[in-house]
Structures are given as structure tokens and as C-alpha cells.
């Protein structure tokens, strides 16, 4: 009897573990997915609105937008505008 209720207690908690397991990573995936579409959006945005700044990139090689106030910035992997001085960027 003892034998079947620690077996018992172990597959459940092998079920229990499997399925945070498995929660976490569908969370995980799922912030990947959104932060992409993110990405994707404010690209997108800035190629219609702004203006691409030919021959310079930034910092670590992302395209350069300049807005209407005439303000440098690039958009990083989960979509964010990162503004810069023009000291930051390099000749592509």
C-alpha cells in the first residue's frame, strides 16, 4: 500500500512539473511572438512616416529614422524607438 501511494505522489508530481514545464514555455514563445509583431509594427510605421538616413547606421548596425523634428533614433528587437545624438552613429 505504501509502495502505490508513493507512486502515486510521484507521478502527480511529475504531471504537476511537466505542465509548468510546458506553461512556461508557451508564456516565453508567446512574449517572443509579441515582441517581433512590435518590431515589425514600428518599422513599418517609420518607413512610412519618417525618413531613412542613407549612409549612416547605428550602433550596432540598426537603420537610422529621422522624424519630424528632425530627432536620429533606430527601433530595437521588441519594437522600442531609441533616440541618438548624430556623434553616435557610423558610415555604413
Known sequence: MKNAFKAAI??????IATQSHAQSKVD???????????????KGKADVVDKKYKGKEGP???TIY???YSHYYYVNS???KYYCK???????
Open 60 to 62: 550596432k548596425g540598426q
Open 66 to 68: 529621422i522624424d519630424k
Open 28 to 42: 516565453r514563445d508567446a512574449k517572443d511572438v509579441g515582441h517581433k509583431t512590435s518590431e515589425v509594427a514600428a
Open 10 to 15: 510521484f507521478a502527480a508530481g511529475l504531471f
Open 78 to 80: 521588441k519594437g522600442h
Open 86 to 92: 548624430k556623434s553616435e552613429l557610423r558610415d555604413r
